[in-house]
């Protein structure tokens, strides 16, 4: 009966929560034109959650195109099929591995940043003292941070993509003596700009969804440091599994 | 609640010459009542204290009289305006007529102290730069902080944060200027200037002061009269001099700063007696 | 404050950066000449199998991609498969009697139409059909006729001892 009634319970508060953040996503879309009006804000922050990202995201990209480099070989190489190297991980960076992992990456290093961020604001009373000197803080706290990591994402997405592309070539073709003609033909003959258009929108779907929740995590975060600190721990968890769901409903009604 | 309460309720007509009023405020978090029958109301163009022991609600009560936050029952008034039936943009035009101070300042950490006074006059007006820059030093000048101006606001001591709050609320020259805890944390010396700046601005200026604050000595120095908040009503109010000779026992023991009265010592707990040979 | 000189700079980096990057695949991962999106040409083709033929598989000629198939469909008159192929209008001339064959690249690629250059003077122009056609060698098909052979031949062989018994 209690188990019953506590299922129910954090039934009932999850659903609260969805809709919180829907709503909260509501006024925060409702804001973005006027948000858009002052473009310097908005490059600040793209500089925060993309320039300041770059190194982390190159770095990543190359080890996991070293990877794929280093496994697709080593399982095609059984069928003989060394060649379709340059196709396998170049549709599998495109299309999974580029956007998931750089929204993972987004979520580590920008997320928690602006979670923190805003959450410090609201625990040093900024968003309060905003309120009171009637400016939304929305429009001038949340929505800025929000759009930045909206354009950042996609942009990094693709330079994860092609510095993943590069690794693979670097161990596949450089290193493991993969024909460097067939390597590239074979990937040009078989991916799609269609494959690449859905490696852009998913980009666009987590960076939407990785931004919104650590500037909602942050933006309601208990004012003290423990508060702000959950934020952040619940920025990554809750982006992390939010990434990989809409992944798989992507790529079901992408493929379907 | 101390029985012998003699709760001195405002009238309930709008006192002359007073710019904010409160009425009948209830108000209650998660079923607990910090107010239950609220009256007072701030003269204008003087500069009042609200006091009472910590956990009163004086920090509600800022945040009701901002339109932060609803009352469950009853009416603020701000100069004739109920604050709590207010659109989001209508408030934001009252609030526009308030500036307030917070407890460490509340600065923009990402801007300038330059650019944190400037920041409500870039918000709200389209002046030329010539003229925000000639407003800005103005009030920086004259919280004594003009040569500060290009600091971040992570470079400054918490009495310098504070002043510069201070000149922040003063740009858009507001009628009120509401204070959060001015004193909380600060050297003798700043509590000295704050103190100063406060009384200055309301007799150059004629703007209206109200002061949160639990440090009656302070507070003795600076305002013209005090409201005493205890039990989620007003228990005392008048000049200094009569809140110190009130008869109420809660007063007594916060004006005198007694350690043990209708706000006990011991937190509620079982006899010690029986606690001990159990 | 950082200065804004070097956040823009930065910032104008990256976003080049990015749009490198997305350039970069566009152009140089993706097989431009399949999309063929100006002007162009539709022939189609009846088969009687296509296989694991797919919308949007190279149409070659000598290995060169000329073309893709635009759409497959099946025709319930004929019981075929039509395949509408489309392709580049740069490759105008080639004759009305080439062969459309469906081949497979590789162990592991996906099959596509080859084109075999016929001897005709007229070409091949916008709704024409291709009349010789190949179709795609199905695996299972290749092994019953291999199978058919070989039991065929064993049963010529299991005959002829009993013949000579006789």
């Keep these: 009966m209690t188990l019953l009634r506590e299922l129910f319970d954090s039934l009932r508060n999850f659903v609260a929560t969805v809709g919180a953040v829907a709503l909260f996503f509501g006024r925060l879309l409702v804001q973005l034109p006027r948000a858009l009006l002052r473009p310097r804000l908005v490059i600040e922050q793209i500089y925060n959650a993309g320039a300041l990202s770059l190194v982390i995201i190159m770095t990543c990209g190359l080890f996991v195109g070293m990877v794929l480099g280093l496994q697709g070989y080593d399982l095609l190489q059984r069928f003989g099929s060394e060649d379709a190297l340059g196709t396998g991980a170049a549709l599998a960076l495109i299309k999974e591995l580029g956007p998931v992992v750089t929204a993972l990456l987004f979520a580590g290093r920008a997320g928690t940043a602006l979670a923190s961020e805003i959450g410090l604001m609201r625990a040093t009373d900024q968003l309060a003292a905003l309120e009171m000197m009637a400016v939304d803080p929305v429009r001038r706290v949340v929505a800025p941070r929000f759009l930045g990591g909206l354009i950042a994402v996609p942009l990094l997405t693709m330079i994860f993509i092609a510095i993943g592309i590069f690794g693979v070539q670097l ?86 | ?261 209708p706000v006990p010592f011991h937190y509620p707990a079982p006899s010690y007696f029986e606690q001990l040979l159990a | 404050m950082r200065s804004t000189r070097a956040v823009e700079l930065s910032t104008g980096l990256f976003v080049l950066l990015g749009f490198a990057a997305l350039f970069f695949l566009v152009t140089q991962i993706t097989n431009r000449e399949l999309s063929i999106n100006g002007n162009s040409y539709e022939v189609y083709a009846h088969f009687e199998n296509i296989g694991s033929l797919k919308p949007g598989a190279a149409v070659s000629v000598a290995g060169v991609t000329i073309g893709r198939v635009e759409s497959i469909t099946f025709d319930q008159q004929i019981y075929k498969a039509v395949v509408r192929m489309r392709i580049n209008s740069r490759y105008d001339k080639i004759p009305v009697d080439s062969d459309a064959s469906i081949m497979t690249s590789g162990l592991l690629g996906g099959q596509y139409i080859g084109l075999t250059i016929g001897g005709a003077e007229e070409y091949l122009r916008d709704g024409d059909q291709i009349q010789f056609v190949q179709d795609a060698l199905v695996l299972e098909n290749l092994i019953n006729q291999l199978v058919a052979t070989f039991s065929r031949r064993g049963d010529e062989q299991g005959a002829r001892p009993a013949e000579e018994d006789q």
């Design chain 1, 171 to 256: 161990i596949g073709v450089q290193q493991l003596g993969v024909d460097a003609a067939a390597f590239w033909s074979q990937m040009r003959s078989s991916v799609d700009v269609d494959d690449v258009m859905e490696g852009l929108i998913k980009g666009f779907v987590f960076g939407t969804a990785c931004s919104l929740i650590a500037v909602y995590e942050g933006y309601t975060a208990i004012p003290t440091p423990e508060g702000v600190g959950r934020a952040t721990t619940r920025t990554v968890v809750i982006s992390a599994v939010l990434t990989l769901l809409l992944d798989y409903m992507l790529t079901a009604v992408m493929l379907s």
């Design chain 2, 1 to 261: 609640m101390a029985p012998d309460q003699q709760t001195q309720h405002a009238s309930p007509e709008p006192a002359a010459g007073a710019i904010i009023e409160i009425r009948d405020v209830h108000y209650s978090v998660g079923g607990r009542a910090i107010f239950s029958g609220l009256n007072l109301s701030i003269p204008r163009g003087r500069v009042t204290a609200i006091m009472g022991p910590s956990g009163t609600g004086k920090t509600t009560l800022l945040r009701l009289i901002t339109g932060q936050i609803k009352p469950d029952r009853g009416q603020i008034l701000f100069d004739g305006i109920d604050v709590s039936h207010l659109r989001p943009r209508e408030l934001f035009a009252l609030r526009r007529r308030m500036g307030m101070l917070f407890q460490n300042g509340a600065l923009l950490t990402d801007l300038s102290v330059f650019e944190n006074v400037a920041f409500p006059l870039r918000e709200h007006t389209k002046l030329p730069e010539p003229l925000i820059r000639h407003i800005v030093l103005t009030k920086l000048q004259a919280v004594g902080l003009r040569g500060a101006a290009q600091l971040m606001p992570a470079e400054l001591s918490g009495g310098m944060a504070r002043r510069v709050a201070l000149a922040r609320a003063m740009a858009t020259d507001p009628d009120v200027l509401i204070y959060d805890e001015p004193f909380t944390g600060l050297d003798p010396i700043s509590m000295g200037m704050i103190v100063r700046l406060v009384r200055q601005m309301n007799r150059a200026l004629g703007i209206t002061s109200l002061v949160v604050s639990h440090d009656v000595e302070e507070l003795g120095h600076l305002a013209d009269m005090g409201f005493i908040i205890a039990g989620g009503k007003v228990a005392a109010q008048g000049t200094f001099s009569e809140l110190r000779q009130t008869d109420s026992q809660i007063v007594n023991q916060f004006v005198n700063g007694l350690p043990d009265g």
